[in-house]
């Protein structure tokens, strides 16, 4: 404990080295090294004796920071970014120094009700339905480890609420369905089935688009039903991993009323873009949403794992969720005027993330976070402009921060991606979209600024013009 300040201002120290070099783009974005590189570098004995912190640190930027992949770099424009800040990182060093779980409101009473204010705190920043609030009532706010525990959740809650409460005893009973398209994030058809509801129905598209088709989702749905099945909730998606794209939110929640039918919003990404009041287009249709969840890990300045799921009733999910044991007496908790976090997710104990948004929100302020969106939004305007000036360069979408684009040619695209990968000064990755690959560059990384965008164009066409 004695050597613990200096060991960790060494390590903030090296933090903040670290991030200096990144900024310079000094460090390559991606390792080098083969696979196995770091399995080869560390001993396949455990220790048995203690080591010095100093020198585990010291490891640590020997071994391990070589091999990483660097997702704050200024050249980092992959699936979607997880960009961080000091103030995250100080508050995750706290966390982890007062070391408590906040599984139960009496389990660490102030980390409830730090939880509950910055989920109230942020639904007022993104200016969301206020029936998502606390302060209102029967919805909420919990953090959870990622937008696929959410979704995960949110279609247990579904799917008590389709099945009156059966579902607790006896499952889905093979009746129940869970719509989304194509186009959803792969952890929500993964959720479905470990919900137990089997295989996700994917619902056709808007022709034309990467939205769903309402009328197609009414029209599955009535079937389903007429087949004696039970429509039980719609994921629906604002900000689509491949290319940004945006489900019609409000004519999807028409439909889901009408039937009764739980609607989650997949916004993970795109959701945080609702801090500007110029893009709160994100948050169309939320009156009608069962359930919303973004990841402030993504476009928030705060460190991965930070995913926030609202619910407008929460007595569905808690009574999904819920479960008593005698070691987890509440003695707070009946009459239930407290909130019991385990009861809104899947693990029983729980870290107090909320500290790391409250840290974020006020070192950064709404203004900051903004400036955040609106720079990464700017910088994507001018990457998709230089795109669409070069000839044999296509922008297939271009959404918030993501451009997607292709070369003249499927061959040509799948070569540059190829030739791409490994360069250190850029990394973007590869998707299909429409039966066809494209590149996705997602604009996001603290420290890439006007002159990195331009540097990356540059390796970009060159690596495109060494290919012809
Ligand atoms: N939903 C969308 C739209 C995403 O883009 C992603 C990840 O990129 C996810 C969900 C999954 O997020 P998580 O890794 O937090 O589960």
Redesign the pocket.
């Known amino acids: 404990d004695e050597v613990f300040p200096a060991v960790a201002a060494d390590a903030a120290e090296r933090l903040a080295v670290h991030w200096r070099a990144l900024a310079a783009a000094e460090l390559p974005v991606v390792p080098s090294g083969p696979p196995g590189t770091t399995l080869k570098a560390l001993p396949e004995e455990p220790p048995e004796r203690g080591e010095d912190l100093a020198e585990i640190l010291d490891d640590t930027w020997r071994t391990i920071v070589p091999q990483l992949v660097h997702w704050q770099h200024p050249g980092f424009l992959g699936?979607?970014p997880t960009s961080n800040s000091p103030a995250s990182v100080l508050a995750e060093l706290v966390t982890a120094g007062l070391g408590v779980q906040g599984m139960m409101w009496s389990s660490s009473p102030a980390a409830t009700e730090l939880e509950q204010r910055v989920c109230d705190w942020l639904a007022r920043a993104l200016a969301l339905p206020q029936r998502f609030a606390h302060s209102c009532g029967q919805g909420g706010g919990v953090i959870q480890?990622?937008?696929?525990?959410?979704?995960l959740v949110a279609v247990a809650a579904a799917l008590h609420r389709a099945s009156r409460g059966r579902w607790r005893e006896h499952g889905t009973e093979g009746r129940h369905r869970v719509y989304c398209t194509g186009q959803?994030?792969?952890?929500?058809p993964k959720s479905v089935r470990i919900a137990g509801a089997g295989e996700a129905v994917r619902v056709p598209l808007l022709p034309g688009t990467h939205a769903m088709d309402p009328a197609a989702l009414a029209a599955r749905m009535d079937a389903d039903r007429s087949a004696g099945r039970i429509p039980a909730a719609v994921v629906a998606?604002v900000?689509?991993?491949a290319t940004c794209a945006a489900d019609p939110v409000p004519e999807i929640g028409t439909v889901c009323r009408e039937r009764g039918v739980w609607l989650h919003v997949?916004?993970?990404?795109?959701g945080s873009a609702a801090l500007c009041p110029e893009f709160r287009e994100v948050n169309a249709g939320l009156e009608h949403a069962d359930s919303y969840?973004v990841?402030a890990?993504?476009w928030m300045r705060t460190g991965?794992?930070c995913?926030v799921l609202w619910v407008a009733d929460r007595t569905a999910l808690t009574d999904a969720m819920g479960l008593t044991a005698s070691y987890l007496d509440n003695p707070a908790g009946e009459p239930r005027t407290v909130v019991d976090f385990k009861d809104w997710q899947v693990p029983l104990g729980r870290p107090m993330r909320a500290l790391k948004l409250w840290y974020v929100m006020r070192a950064h302020g709404l203004e900051g976070l903004r400036e955040t969106i609106r720079h990464d939004v700017r910088l994507a305007a001018l990457l998709a402009g230089l795109i669409e000036e070069e000839p044999g360069f296509e922008v297939v979408a271009h959404r918030l921060g993501l451009v997607v684009f292709r070369r003249d040619g499927d061959a040509r695209t799948r070569e540059l991606a190829e030739r791409l990968t490994g360069d250190p000064g850029v990394l973007c990755t590869p998707a299909t979209v429409d039966g066809r690959p494209v590149l996705r560059a997602a604009l996001g990384s603290p420290y890439t600024d006007e002159a990195a965008v331009r540097r990356i164009w540059s390796t970009i066409r060159r690596t495109a013009a060494a290919q012809d």
């Open positions: 699936w979607f480890d990622s937008a696929s525990s959410a979704v959803t994030n792969s952890c929500v998606t900000g689509t991993t997949d916004a993970a990404y795109a969840a990841n890990h993504k991965t794992p995913s």
